[in-house]
């Protein structure tokens, strides 16, 4: 704290009134500080001794001060009211016009928040804080890109790694940690999972999340890559961003295979032998089924080899269609997930 006081141009006081905070901020306190401070009190009057503290603004020692509370209320004199250096008001507590329309508005946003399942970060409940507006709408995209890892492997992860790269990564990713566990928990069944009760259900069932940054990304300004471990020791990495002005949700790698593939309601995800044939089997299959291909992509390793094929479908495909899929390709993976955000 001694070090704050030296410091400080601005100290502002966010404390209740107790034994240990009683005049925290008094006579000694006011020596350390620098002759241009601006001190403000909007908490609880006489955790500034305010006899201490006219004392220093009346001597130059502390440049001037905006109190809202006074150690005994209402305070109608004061020496402090003669100054110039000192603005006071009588303990409006946001009070104002102006302050009671802003908390309104905000409270709206709040709640229209809640009831659309977004995150509200302002809530009692939940532990994060406010939430920067270059990083809120990741929170879907990463909760995709959990969902996504977790279908592919067919059960839940036992940790995932989000790896925020680029100009994202100046900012504070943490929550981005919650929405990969709310993903990962709503694909495997969890129902009414929230950005509350996320980090308790995945504790109960021995999960974990963590967030790293790095300001590099050579492709992208920003991405995300969320790498996910399972109990048998494999692992799925799943990359993601969001592009242009709109910011778009792509998915642009699964594993070593890049991608180019909006993130849509129903995805169906094939591992097998790149081989003649395999695109027009698929698409007889679901055609037969009535389901209709919105797009296609095909990424191989090389002709010949390992080959990842994404599709986006217009309605959710019953498990013994995949199954079916599955075997006209002679797939050795087939998933489908509908996303859940």
């Known amino acids: 704290m001694d070090e704050l006081l030296k410091r400080s141009d601005f100290i502002t006081i966010h404390l209740p009134k107790t034994k240990e905070t009683a005049n925290l901020i008094g006579v000694e306190a006011l020596k350390k500080v620098k002759p241009s401070v601006r001190i403000i009190n909007a908490a609880r009057g006489g955790v500034l001794d305010e006899s201490a503290l006219f004392d220093a603004l009346k001597e130059g020692r502390v440049g001037g001060a905006g109190l809202d509370v006074f150690a005994t209320e209402p305070c109608t004199d004061s020496p402090l009211f003669a100054l110039d250096n000192v603005v006071?008001?009588?303990?409006?507590?946001?009070?104002?016009?102006?302050?009671?329309?802003?908390?309104g508005i905000a409270v709206?946003?709040?709640?229209?928040?809640?009831?659309?399942?977004?995150?509200?970060?302002?809530?009692?409940?939940?532990?994060?804080?406010?939430?920067?507006e270059e990083i809120r709408p990741?929170?879907?995209l990463v909760e995709k890109l959990s969902q996504v890892a977790t279908a592919l492997a067919d059960e839940l992860p036992v940790s995932v790694e989000v790896i925020v790269k680029g100009e994202l990564s100046e900012h504070d990713c943490s929550v981005l940690a919650t929405s990969a566990l709310k993903g990962a928990l709503v694909t495997t069944g969890a129902e009414d999972v929230t950005y509350v009760n996320a980090p308790g259900l995945?504790?109960?069932?021995?999960?974990?999340?963590?967030?790293?940054?790095?300001?590099v990304s050579p492709e992208y300004r920003s991405m995300?890559?969320?790498?996910a471990a399972f109990s048998d020791g494999t692992?799925?990495?799943?990359?993601?961003?969001?592009?242009?002005?709109k910011k778009i949700e792509k998915i642009i790698a699964i594993d070593k295979f890049d991608l180019d593939l909006p993130p849509t309601d129903h995805l169906l995800f094939l591992r097998y032998t790149d081989r003649p044939g395999v695109v027009g089997v698929v698409g007889e299959t679901l055609g037969k089924a009535g389901i209709n291909i919105a797009s296609m992509q095909?990424?191989?390793?090389?002709?010949?080899?390992?080959?990842?094929?994404a599709i986006t479908v217009d309605s959710a495909i019953p498990d013994e269609i995949v199954a079916?899929?599955?075997?006209?390709?002679?797939?050795?993976?087939?998933?489908?997930v509908s996303l859940k955000v």
């Open 88 to 103: 006071a008001t009588p303990h409006l507590g946001a009070s104002t016009d102006e302050a009671q329309e802003r908390a």
């Open 108 to 132: 709206a946003v709040s709640v229209r928040k809640a009831l659309a399942g977004e995150l509200v970060p302002d809530a009692v409940n939940v532990k994060g804080g406010e939430i920067h």
């Open 138 to 140: 990741s929170l879907p």
């Open 202 to 215: 995945a504790q109960e069932r021995g999960f974990t999340s963590t967030v790293t940054t790095d300001p």
């Open 224 to 227: 995300i890559s969320l790498k």
């Open 235 to 245: 692992h799925v990495t799943v990359d993601g961003t969001l592009v242009g002005i």
């Open 298 to 309: 095909v990424a191989r390793s090389s002709a010949g080899g390992e080959a990842l094929m």
């Open 324 to 336: 079916g899929v599955a075997k006209a390709t002679g797939a050795n993976l087939a998933r489908t």
